[in-house]
């Protein structure tokens, strides 16, 4: 068994101490899809939606909780976010739309789950979005890409989520 680093000795949830750590330019790229019929997918990028445009509801929507994650997630630590982006497309012929966000900080710690935080928020904003054309929609593959930056190192992920 590995050690985990959010437990103690006798193991007790704990929040890691960073504290000696440099501050470093670190970076992470997270995705996750929501599968939907033909018709809801169609509905979402016409604009044809009664509650306003899923792109920009759901954008706004990751963005505010990458800058919540500390508040949501127990034992994250709050950190400084330099910038996040989602970035929302269409893969037509899966019927669906595809969420990526980029976080980025100079931090003593990483900003991976701000961007898997993000996206998972952005994933279900579009999911209540549309819920009122598809409720059988699936949100799925809520996946870290990437991550660049601090004492581990770099890390891409090989193969497709």
């Known amino acids: 068994m590995t050690d985990l680093t959010h437990l103690d000795d006798e193991g007790h949830a704990r929040m890691v101490d960073v504290g000696v750590k440099p501050m470093t330019v670190r970076e992470a790229l997270a995705t996750g899809r929501v599968r939907m019929t033909v018709e809801t997918l169609k509905k979402a990028l016409d604009g044809d939606n009664k509650k ?56 003593q710690t990483g900003v991976e789950m701000e961007a898997l935080t993000a996206v998972a928020v952005a994933c279900l904003t579009i999911y209540d979005m549309l819920k ?17 930056g601090g004492a581990s190192g770099d890390y891409v992920r090989v193969s497709a989520p």
């Open 52 to 107: 306003g445009s899923v792109r920009a509801a759901a954008e706004f929507a990751g963005v505010m909780a990458a800058k919540r994650t500390a508040e949501l997630i127990p034992l994250c630590h709050q950190i400084p976010l330099s910038s996040i982006k989602l970035d929302i497309t269409a893969d037509e012929p899966a019927s669906v739309l595809v969420v990526t966000a980029r976080a980025k900080t100079s931090a």
């Open 132 to 148: 009122a054309s598809d409720r059988a929609m699936v949100i799925e593959g809520v996946t870290l890409l990437e991550k660049h």
